[in-house]
């Protein structure tokens, strides 16, 4: 299984992005889906996420501004972020818990990462 993250740049504060991740390969379902963060010397924090049932979860610091949201007939998931602030720079990172099919056919349950993707909010 791999995940696909996209949609980072660089912006200016009070600026908007929406990150985006696609899971592929032999998935038989996914579970939760969501995003952490991590900057730099920082360790890798919780910024949102969202069950297969569509129930979410924000750190306390992006509620308000960010919007996580699901497309489960893709696989994807996308983090609307709006109203950037400095402090919000840092890798994105997607993460999901996958049911999958294994090369013997066996289901196999891993959590699997994205390759981040670098988000700066900077004048």
């Known amino acids: 299984v791999q995940l696909q993250a996209s949609g980072g740049g660089l912006v200016q504060p009070g600026g908007s992005l929406r990150l985006s991740c696609a899971a592929s390969?032999?998935?038989?379902?996914?579970?939760?889906m969501g995003w952490y963060r991590q900057a730099p010397g920082g360790p890798r924090d919780l910024v949102a996420t969202?069950?297969?049932?569509?129930?979410?979860e924000y750190a306390d610091s992006v509620k308000g501004r960010f919007t996580i949201s699901r497309d489960s007939n893709k696989n994807t998931v996308y983090l609307r972020m709006n109203n950037l602030k400095p402090e919000d720079t840092a890798v994105y990172y997607c993460?999901?818990?996958?049911?999958?099919?294994?090369?013997?056919?066996?289901?196999?349950?891993?959590?699997?990462w994205g390759q981040g993707t670098q988000v700066t909010v900077s004048s």
């Open positions: 969202m069950s297969s049932g569509g129930s979410s």
């Open positions: 993460h999901a818990d996958v049911l999958s099919l294994n090369s013997e056919e066996a289901f196999v349950a891993q959590k699997s």
């Open positions: 390969g032999r998935i038989v379902r996914i579970d939760t």
